[in-house]
């Protein structure tokens, strides 16, 4: 239970790191909303991956209303695909 805690730990430390620092406008390859969760943990890091990426989508449209940036339009896409459980 106790690397459980660092695993979640790191996780949402590096959930934290502001889009703008990581490719693709927030992004991350490897975390795939369209896949479904496997486990309770894993779909606790896709509801907190989903509400990180509308946070960033939120303060992308604040800058450029029109949302068809790059990096709008994968976070769309990313949102788009993710059906809550």
């Known amino acids: 239970m ?3 805690s660092y695993f979640v730990l790191a996780l949402a430390l590096a959930l ?3 889009a703008a620092a990581r490719p ?3 992004v991350n390859p490897s975390l795939s909303l369209s896949a479904p969760a ?3 943990l894993q ?3 896709q509801q907190d991956y989903a509400t990180q990426l509308m946070a960033t989508q939120r303060g ?3 800058r450029n209303p029109s949302g068809d940036t790059p990096g709008e339009l994968a976070i769309g896409h990313q949102l788009n695909s993710y059906t809550p459980q």
Do not use: F
Request: net charge positive; aromatic share 0%; glycine share 16%.
């Open 24 to 26: 693709g406008g927030g």
């Open 60 to 62: 992308m449209l604040k």
């Open 2 to 4: 106790k690397h459980l």
């Open 43 to 45: 779909q606790q890091i």
């Open 16 to 18: 934290a790191t502001p």
């Open 38 to 40: 496997k486990s309770p």
